[in-house]
Nanobody, 121 residues
């Protein structure tokens, strides 16, 4: 099995920063793209940012220039640095990873359980 465990969420004031981490563990041969999604109350889950195994990144327009995604392949960990947070960023943030458990296995999507980020004064 593969587990993704997020950390770093919490309550911050508008304009402040947070850094989320997500560590993958278990039976892992290789991790392809890793990503952060978020789901605000009453809204659909949306892609925030993703990063390929080679380091190419993409961002939702709403977070471009404020958030930065990065990864440490040796640690199977992905990070999300969130700056200049505003109340619209309040959501549960989920980690996602495409994982092959062996050279011959299919690529399977795994999800973390989520970490809550609340931006409020």
């Amino acid at each position: 099995q593969v587990q993704l465990v997020e950390s770093g969420g919490g309550l911050v004031q508008p304009g402040e920063s947070l850094r989320l981490s997500c560590a993958a563990s278990g039976s892992i041969f290789v991790i392809n793209t890793m990503a952060w999604y978020r789901q605000a109350p009453g809204k659909q889950r949306e892609l925030v940012a993703d990063i390929t195994s080679g380091g190419s990144t993409s961002y939702a327009d709403s977070v471009k220039d404020r958030f930065a995604i990065s990864r440490d392949n040796a640690k199977n960990t992905v990070y999300l640095q969130m700056n200049v947070l505003n109340p619209e960023d309040t959501a549960v943030y989920y980690c996602n990873a495409g994982v092959k458990r062996s050279r011959w296995s299919a690529l399977v999507d795994y999800w973390g359980e989520g970490t809550l980020v609340t931006v409020s004064s």
